[in-house]
């Protein structure tokens, strides 16, 4: 079973940065890996994919200017660089991944983004 840990979370003030780590065990089987954020209350959002193969990414377009998604399969680990961080970016960050699909999921990592 692929195991997915994110870390990288925290506070921050507005205008910050922060980077997210999502961590694989069986890296090399996931076609993509994707960041999904959700608020209390509200559907979770889609946020960037990484295709592992030829390292492409999309971006939901509200955020393509701010964060970055690379990887470092060496580390089998995927990353989101988050810059110009604002309140409303605070949320649970999670990390998934899969062929085809979102198969895995890891447990989240809080970012908090205070103005």
């Known amino acids: 079973q692929a195991q997915l840990v994110e870390s990288g979370g925290g506070s921050v003030q507005a205008g910050g940065s922060l980077r997210l780590s999502c961590a694989s065990s069986?890296?090399?089987?996931?076609?993509?890996i994707g960041w999904f954020r959700q608020v209390p209350g509200k559907e979770r959002e889609w946020v960037a994919t990484?295709?592992?193969?030829?390292?492409?990414?999309d971006y939901t377009t509200s955020l393509k200017e701010r964060f970055t998604m690379t990887q470092d399969k060496a580390k089998n680990t995927a990353y989101l660089q988050m810059n110009s961080l604002k309140p409303e970016d605070t949320a649970m960050y999670y990390c998934?991944?899969?062929?085809?699909?979102?198969?895995?999921w890891g447990q989240g990592t809080q970012v908090t983004v205070s103005s």
């Open positions: 998934a991944a899969g062929r085809g699909g979102w198969n895995y």
């Open positions: 069986e890296y090399t089987k996931h076609t993509r």
């Open positions: 990484l295709y592992t193969t030829s390292g492409s990414t």
